[in-house]
């Protein structure tokens, strides 16, 4: 064997499949632990190999499991267990389910016991024989002659198994890598769109994104490069799946930490996000360094931070807004670029803003997304208002709620009375069967009684 060309070649399949060289030799193990089995071993052996890259020798070792007596069924507990390896009709014409719970405890005790093979195991007995101090459970390696020359079947098995072992380490390293980086962005190319799915090439291998991911009334081109959002990765038996988004809202701020050192660097935090993909989006960022501007390190020198942003999201408008822990003014700003009066904190987490009337639809937005976003982002229910009516709608709220919660209470009225009447009609069933029944008697001693003076 040429070492040099056996180490470059083994170097080379590891750089390329992204996976290490010693998953590349231990795949070589096997794969020639399997060979030598084909041609010199026997049905039921556990051959292992080990391989010394450096000088290109291999041992082979037959690996068997040390069991004691009362780890394997007699011959007695054999025979009885022969109808339970039966045909599935003989088993079913002999017992239909007519185990008990102390037959069913019995078996769980005797699954933990294996059928002796000698190809597979060895009485501890022996094992101690070969290597001293061995106990029941463990694995004895008994050393077998080193073989050079294989069988065309033997080869092609080896290599079918060298294939499997590197795509399946293959496989493993891609899951490993991507579920560490599961909430990150990465960079893709657009390869091909099947249907609603568009696949992503990302590297090593592809990432999908569906349907419910995409953002309305944004198209993809094969060859288009974009940066997307690692929403999950799951392993299935084809391989690991990496689901992409570009709707998802922690897009945005992955975008920023990239675009603004501020924010990744810790010295800004984006409190909240509220988004409408493909549209318009609301951040509140917060200062959490003395002297460090929260929205102007966001927009960056003449916007370039944030137009950067903006044209990775294909235009969506973002708005920047500086958080605060008083309510009011938090609920204020998140109704910018409109000019908020006042706001008044209601019950059950609502909010009344009142807008001069020239800001009304400016405030409210365009279908009412301003005002959406804003609630969103603060997490209150937010009511726009003009000055003048603001009395008088809040006088009809406070009307609208009065009339709902009476509503509520005759509701619960009704339900009682109707269990109520219901109460006193069941009760009395069981005196009315009662009475119905010493009715029937005295009617029966009645009959009887005519029937003596008739007979007279």
């Given at each position: 064997m040429d070492i040099k060309n056996f180490t470059s070649a083994i170097a080379q399949i590891a750089e390329e499949k992204g996976i290490p060289s010693e998953r590349v030799i231990e795949s070589i193990e096997t794969a020639i632990a399997a060979a030598y089995k084909k041609d010199y071993g026997k049905k039921g052996q556990l051959i292992k190999a080990k391989l010394n890259p450096e000088t290109g020798e291999a041992k082979f070792w037959q690996v068997k499991s040390v069991v004691s007596g009362?780890?394997?069924?007699?011959?007695?507990?054999?025979?009885?267990?022969?109808?339970?390896?039966a045909p599935a009709s003989a088993k079913a014409s002999a017992g239909k389910e007519a185990m008990a719970g102390k037959e069913k405890k019995k078996e769980a005790e005797e699954e933990k016991k294996v059928r002796f093979n000698p190809e597979k195991h060895i009485m501890v007995e022996e094992a101690k024989k070969i290597k001293k101090g061995i106990k029941p459970g463990e694995e004895l390696e008994i050393a077998l002659e080193t073989r050079e020359d294989y069988g065309r079947i033997a080869a092609q098995t080896a290599k079918q198994v060298i294939l499997q072992k590197i795509r399946e380490a293959e496989r493993e390293t891609i899951f490993e890598e991507y579920k560490s980086k599961e909430g990150e962005i990465v960079s893709g190319?657009?390869?091909?769109?099947?249907?609603?799915?568009?696949?992503?090439?990302?590297?090593?291998?592809?990432?999908?994104?569906?349907?419910?991911?995409?953002?309305?009334?944004?198209?993809?081109?094969?060859?288009q490069r974009l940066k997307f959002y690692i929403l999950k990765v799951e392993e299935t038996p084809r391989g690991p799946v990496i689901l992409l988004s570009r709707a998802y809202p922690k897009l945005i701020s992955?975008?920023?930490?990239?675009?603004?050192?501020?924010?990744?660097?810790?010295?800004?935090?984006?409190?909240?996000?509220?988004r409408e993909p493909g549209s318009r989006s609301k951040i509140a960022v917060e200062s959490k360094a003395e002297g460090v501007d929260p929205i102007g390190s966001a927009v960056g020198q003449k916007g370039t931070r944030v137009m950067a942003v903006i044209n990775e999201l294909g235009g969506e408008k973002v708005d920047i807004i500086e958080?605060?822990?008083?309510?009011?003014?938090?609920?204020?700003?998140?109704?910018?670029p409109a000019k908020v009066l006042e706001v008044k904190i209601m019950p059950r987490n609502k909010a009344l803003c009142l807008v001069p009337e020239d800001q009304l639809s400016l405030a409210i937005g365009k279908d009412g997304q301003n005002v959406r976003l804003a609630a969103k982002l603060t997490g209150w229910k937010i009511d726009v208002r003009a000055p003048g009516k603001e009395a008088e709608e809040v006088e009809e709220g406070e009307k609208v709620e009065k009339e709902k919660e009476e509503k509520k209470e005759a509701k619960k009225k009704e339900k009682k009375e109707k269990k109520e009447k219901k109460k006193p009609a069941s009760a009395p069933a069981s005196a009315k069967a009662s009475a119905g029944k010493e009715a029937s008697a005295s009617g029966q001693t009645k009959s009887a009684g005519k029937k003596e003076k008739a007979k007279k």
């Amino acid at each position: 064997m040429d070492i040099k060309n056996f180490t470059s070649a083994i170097a080379q399949i590891a750089e390329e499949k992204g996976i290490p060289s010693e998953r590349v030799i231990e795949s070589i193990e096997t794969a020639i632990a399997a060979a030598y089995k084909k041609d010199y071993g026997k049905k039921g052996q556990l051959i292992k190999a080990k391989l010394n890259p450096e000088t290109g020798e291999a041992k082979f070792w037959q690996v068997k499991s040390v069991v004691s007596g009362d780890m394997i069924y007699s011959e007695e507990e054999l025979e009885k267990l022969k109808p339970a390896f039966a045909p599935a009709s003989a088993k079913a014409s002999a017992g239909k389910e007519a185990m008990a719970g102390k037959e069913k405890k019995k078996e769980a005790e005797e699954e933990k016991k294996v059928r002796f093979n000698p190809e597979k195991h060895i009485m501890v007995e022996e094992a101690k024989k070969i290597k001293k101090g061995i106990k029941p459970g463990e694995e004895l390696e008994i050393a077998l002659e080193t073989r050079e020359d294989y069988g065309r079947i033997a080869a092609q098995t080896a290599k079918q198994v060298i294939l499997q072992k590197i795509r399946e380490a293959e496989r493993e390293t891609i899951f490993e890598e991507y579920k560490s980086k599961e909430g990150e962005i990465v960079s893709g190319i657009v390869q091909r769109i099947e249907g609603r799915n568009v696949f992503i090439d990302i590297g090593k291998t592809l990432g999908i994104l569906p349907r419910e991911e995409q953002v309305f009334g944004e198209f993809y081109r094969p060859g288009q490069r974009l940066k997307f959002y690692i929403l999950k990765v799951e392993e299935t038996p084809r391989g690991p799946v990496i689901l992409l988004s570009r709707a998802y809202p922690k897009l945005i701020s992955k975008l920023f930490e990239l675009e603004v050192p501020e924010i990744s660097q810790g010295q800004v935090e984006i409190k909240s996000i509220a988004r409408e993909p493909g549209s318009r989006s609301k951040i509140a960022v917060e200062s959490k360094a003395e002297g460090v501007d929260p929205i102007g390190s966001a927009v960056g020198q003449k916007g370039t931070r944030v137009m950067a942003v903006i044209n990775e999201l294909g235009g969506e408008k973002v708005d920047i807004i500086e958080y605060s822990d008083n309510s009011e003014e938090f609920i204020s700003n998140a109704l910018s670029p409109a000019k908020v009066l006042e706001v008044k904190i209601m019950p059950r987490n609502k909010a009344l803003c009142l807008v001069p009337e020239d800001q009304l639809s400016l405030a409210i937005g365009k279908d009412g997304q301003n005002v959406r976003l804003a609630a969103k982002l603060t997490g209150w229910k937010i009511d726009v208002r003009a000055p003048g009516k603001e009395a008088e709608e809040v006088e009809e709220g406070e009307k609208v709620e009065k009339e709902k919660e009476e509503k509520k209470e005759a509701k619960k009225k009704e339900k009682k009375e109707k269990k109520e009447k219901k109460k006193p009609a069941s009760a009395p069933a069981s005196a009315k069967a009662s009475a119905g029944k010493e009715a029937s008697a005295s009617g029966q001693t009645k009959s009887a009684g005519k029937k003596e003076k008739a007979k007279k």
